[in-house]
């Protein structure tokens, strides 16, 4: 303990040592006073009055916007903040280093490890990483009077409630609030140094920015039960959805269209279940593509995910129903070729085991007619001749029907041989596909128009300054310091 208090005595002896040995500027003097004075007095708060709040000018230039992570729902922004305040440790005004006109006022800069920075931080975010702070690497520049400016690039992460339902057509709604983490608004005021949200060089990304106000709040801690000052910046961002349209709707609505088409194909061809599998297999290849643009999150599916699902569904339908097709078209020559077969295997012995049986049925039935056309025939008509010339009748037909590979006693034969046949049912089927799919198909993109949000914010909040389009630039309000 005795040797760090004598370390820190000679510290002190050396640095004094310095200041009045070296051939010092005025300048450098005044900073390395102001850098002693302040050594031990970091995390007070300048100002000689405790019972009056230090009040701090807060103004923000969104510069980029770097992205929206949907799974953690936090939205990321490259943006320029300019703070001014007023510090009741930094004037002087001597003969050696004078504090002139406003024109031409001395300035110092200090590093942020020098003098009392405010700890203003988004609180809506994940919170500080293990990396080192990029602000400490700008300089603050304060002026004579007490003024104090420091100016510095950020990146902010806040917490967003991300929607992706109507993605890629979609609209996200995200505030970030910048507050001090430790001084409440009794000590420490926050006002915004501009009242627009300035676009300061924006760079050109997948969002862009058509709406954005900015706001003073006093919000309520529960955990310290204390008000704390709070710049509330509210931001509507539109994506642009040309890429998407181009790379994923249009090539997937094209691919699929050719699912249509198949109901034109001729059904003897041989290829409408071969162009539909084809184009059932494409699509499943092109929506593993499309499952790396498609944001991944929990809370729901996109529009995109469901017309994808729906047009795909389509093409699967399609190739089912001419398969189907393509079954009622051929079922009739199959039927008959199975027919034919069939026949030809039966043999002639059975054709005419069964011609013998029913040439017995028809002989019992002449026998009793035979009684009754004696009556009417003359005396020397020779019946016995009569029967034998009705069976050679009846064999000889018997035996043509054979010859033909046509079985008499099938009745299925005058039922597949309609007038109507299956083959112009199945052309019929085709054509009425045809106009469904032709109007189903293009209904779906009814999906897609449903996710073409418009703004629900009035224009006349609107608070964006795209000063790339502005040749003004915004007057600054600043109520840092006293006049």
């Not at 039966?346 to 013998?356: D, M, N, P, V, Y």
């Amino acid at each position: 303990m005795q040797f760090r208090l004598a370390l820190i005595v000679y510290l002190k002896f050396s640095m004094i040592a310095n200041l009045f040995g070296k051939d010092h500027t005025l300048a450098e003097k005044n900073r390395i006073r102001i850098k002693t004075l302040y050594e031990d007095h970091l995390l007070i708060r300048p100002s000689t009055n405790n019972t009056s709040p230090t009040v701090v000018a807060i103004g923000v230039a969104i510069m980029e916007v770097i992205g929206i992570d949907p799974q953690k729902q936090v939205i990321m922004l490259n943006a320029n903040i300019e703070l001014k305040w007023c510090d009741d440790l930094l004037h002087w005004n001597s003969s050696e280093h004078p504090c002139m006109g406003r024109r031409n006022r001395t300035e110092i800069f200090f590093t942020p490890h020098e003098i009392w920075t405010p700890d203003i931080v988004a609180i809506n975010g994940p919170g500080k990483s293990l990396e080192k702070d990029p602000r400490h690497f700008y300089p603050v520049l304060v002026v004579c009077t007490g003024h104090v400016k420091w100016s510095y690039q950020y990146k902010l992460v806040s917490f967003c409630e991300v929607n992706v339902r109507n993605f890629p057509f979609d609209r996200q709604y995200c505030s970030i609030l910048l507050q001090s983490t430790i001084f409440d608004t009794s000590q420490l005021k926050l006002r915004t140094l501009y009242k627009v949200v300035r676009l300061y060089n924006l760079i050109k990304t997948e969002w862009e920015i058509t709406h954005a106000t900015i706001q003073e709040v006093d919000m309520y801690n529960p955990h310290y039960q204390r008000n704390f000052s709070t710049i509330k910046i509210d931001i509507e961002l539109e994506r642009f959805s040309r890429f998407y349209v181009i790379k994923i709707i249009l090539p997937f609505s094209i691919i699929s269209s050719l699912a249509l088409f198949s109901f034109c194909v001729p059904t003897d061809s041989g290829e409408k279940v071969a162009l539909t599998v084809s184009v059932l297999l494409s699509l499943s290849i092109y929506l593993q593509t499309i499952s790396d643009y498609v944001p991944k999150t929990e809370s729901g599916f996109s529009i995109i995910t469901l017309y994808s699902n729906i047009i795909f569904g389509f093409v699967f339908l399609s190739c089912i129903f001419n398969i189907f097709t393509v079954f009622i078209y051929y079922h009739e020559q199959y039927s008959m070729k199975h027919r034919k077969i069939k026949n030809e295997q039966r043999g002639a012995l059975t054709t005419i085991h069964e011609s013998l049986v029913e040439l017995n049925k028809q002989r019992w039935t002449f026998l009793r007619k035979r009684r009754n056309l004696r009556e009417h025939l003359p005396e020397q008509t020779n019946l016995e001749g009569l029967q034998i010339l009705y069976d050679i009748r009846y064999i000889r037909k018997v035996l043509m029907n054979f010859l033909v590979g046509q079985d008499p006693v099938d009745i299925r034969y005058n039922l597949f041989h309609s007038e109507c046949s299956l083959k112009q049912i199945a052309v019929l089927i085709d054509r009425i596909l045809f106009f469904i799919y032709l109007i189903s198909m293009p209904l779906s993109v009814i999906v897609l128009l449903q996710g073409s949000q418009q703004s629900r914010l009035p224009s006349e909040t609107n608070q964006m300054l795209d000063l790339r389009k502005s040749t003004v630039d915004p007057m600054p309000i600043f109520r840092g310091c006293p006049t």
